[in-house]
Nanobody, 122 residues
Framework: QVQLVESGGGLVQAGGSLRLSCAAS????????MGWFRQAPGKEREFVAA????????FYADSVKGRFTISKDNAKNTVHLQMNSLKPEDTAVYYC???????????????WGQGTQVTVSS
């Protein structure tokens, strides 16, 4: 069982920045990956970014490439999502995800956080 707690959501103006954090606890996998998804009202939850816990190549959705950066802090069992040049269409609930490897975290995560709201105004 893995518990994930997101933080850092809030209100920002278009063009602004926000940094999300997700802390993992519990029985984590020895080889794992963490990522971020988002879901806007009436839409499917979509993949945003992911990274292996070992730090091997981060992976991003095309919609956020060049604007968002995923990073990790192994000592704190935490993953971050730095979001720059935010757009109104980035508005969504952002969910942290955890899985046994990169492919699984992107396609079907083993665990989810509770979500944190990100609202970008124009």
């Amino acid at each position: 069982q893995v518990q994930l707690v997101e933080s850092g959501g809030g209100l920002v103006q278009a063009g602004g920045s926000l940094r999300l954090s997700c802390a993992a606890s519990g029985r984590t996998f020895s080889s794992s990956a963490m990522g971020w998804f988002r879901q806007a009202p009436g839409k499917e939850r979509e993949f945003v970014a992911a990274i292996t816990w070992s730090g091997f190549s981060p992976f991003y959705a095309d919609s956020v490439k060049g604007r968002f950066t995923i990073s990790k802090d192994n000592a704190k069992n935490t993953v971050h999502l730095q979001m720059n040049s935010l757009k109104p269409e980035d508005t969504a609930v952002y969910y942290c995800a955890y899985a046994r490897n990169l492919a699984v975290v992107i396609g079907s995560p083993d665990y989810w956080g509770q979500g944190t709201q990100v609202t970008v105004s124009s």
